[in-house]
């Protein structure tokens, strides 16, 4: 299913936006597509998430660090910080997990019970790149990752945000390829023109505090980017998760994925995987992340594709996050975690060549 937004000015109008969420929110809505062949550039892949999403992007990066280029971290943590002890030495779920969940609470969203150790996380993840469950540390050096911590947002602690810009100062991002930004904002992705009013820290979680978020972490891994399309001439495609995962892994059964024409045309593009955070899925909030983002204007003239895959709301994961302290499973920072594998493969599907159209019959 393919839906094709009108110029911009329209789009945000009231009585679109209502059409576009009816559309979404349909119970029996028209058929999903196969998420389709485009010949991207699997090597110039990026990824960024807001909350869930962040800490999900952090560790989609690092799993595949060969292949991705940069991340953008809003409101997130460092990578394995919501993973204790007790849940390694004794991994039976949902003990483990239930453990795991007071310390991502307690410990990567607050910090009551003190801040992330950059040191400890880093041994972490050496041991698991030793361990081939994900790629080598050392192709962080090329690394390019933003950062951004809200300053009215109680959600995630600016603290835990400092403590995810130790980390990869350690895990070898060099200094000149981190940015760390404080600014407007409460727990949501910021925009220029888009979203609620700035400050707040509730649904859609998108706010308009007169900052291009999605410039400032797509300018930041790929470099200068050319102006943003006034309107959004490509498509929006509703395409089936199922083939890339299974049940019980939290996905929802449609992810979308913005295709500009360009990348219709010739193959190249990068795939930038853009992950919601927790009650920001379409099932929550309709197209505004997808939509209000700004993500697919600058798509459209810097030859990228944007990924938007969804988690779904469950009795385990009542808000519809990423898993990023084990609720799909106790091995879920690995390249073969469950999250994480689907993730890719959708990325590498992406990367595919297209099929070729039979000639023509004279």
């Known amino acids: 299913m393919t839906f094709r937004p009108r110029p911009q000015a329209v789009a945000k109008g009231a009585a679109l936006v209502a059409l576009l969420g009816a559309v979404l929110l349909s119970p029996n809505p028209a058929a999903a597509d196969a998420l389709p062949k485009i010949g991207a550039a699997l090597s110039q892949t990026s990824v960024s998430g807001l909350s869930s999403g962040a800490f999900m992007a952090g560790q989609l990066e690092i799993a595949h660090s060969e292949d991705i280029v940069g991340a953008g971290i809003v409101a997130g943590g460092p990578y394995a910080c919501a993973e204790t002890s007790a849940a390694r030495l004794f991994p039976y779920w949902p003990t483990a997990v239930a453990q795991n969940a007071v310390k991502a609470a307690q410990g990567c969203m607050k910090t009551i019970i003190g801040e992330p150790d950059p ?3 880093l041994a972490r993840a050496k041991s698991l790149a030793e361990d081939g469950k994900i790629d080598s540390l050392s192709a962080l050096a090329k690394h390019n990752v933003y950062l951004y911590s809200g300053d009215k947002d109680s959600t995630v602690s600016r603290p835990v945000v400092e403590a995810a810009k130790r980390f ?7 200094q000149g390829s981190l940015s760390y930004v404080e600014g407007d904002g409460g727990h949501a992705f910021i925009t220029e023109d888009g979203g609620a009013a700035c400050g707040l820290s509730e649904t859609p979680y998108v706010s308009d505090c007169d900052y291009d978020q999605a410039r400032a972490i797509l300018g ?4 200068p980017l050319k102006p ?14 199922a083939e890339f995962t299974e049940p019980g892994e939290g996905f929802a059964d449609e992810g979308v994925v913005y295709i500009p024409p360009s990348c219709r045309e010739a193959p190249g593009c990068r795939v930038h995987v853009a992950l919601h955070g927790c009650q920001q899925s379409r099932a929550r909030v309709g197209g505004t992340f997808i939509e209000e983002t700004g993500y697919a204007e600058l798509a459209d003239a810097n030859h990228l594709i944007i990924l938007f895959p969804q988690i779904a709301s469950s009795a385990v994961n009542p808000q519809g996050c990423w ?14 975690a469950p999250q994480i594998s689907a993730l890719w493969k959708m990325v590498e599907r992406l990367a595919e060549a297209p099929a070729k159209a039979p000639p023509e019959q004279e």
């Open 119 to 121: 040191e400890t996380l």
């Open 323 to 336: 898993d990023w302290w084990g609720y799909t499973d106790l091995d879920y920072l690995g390249k073969d």
């Open 220 to 223: 930041w891994i790929y470099g």
């Open 168 to 174: 990869y100062e350690r895990a070898g991002v060099p």
């Open 228 to 241: 943003a399309s006034s309107e959004v001439t490509g498509e929006f495609v509703v395409f089936e998760q």
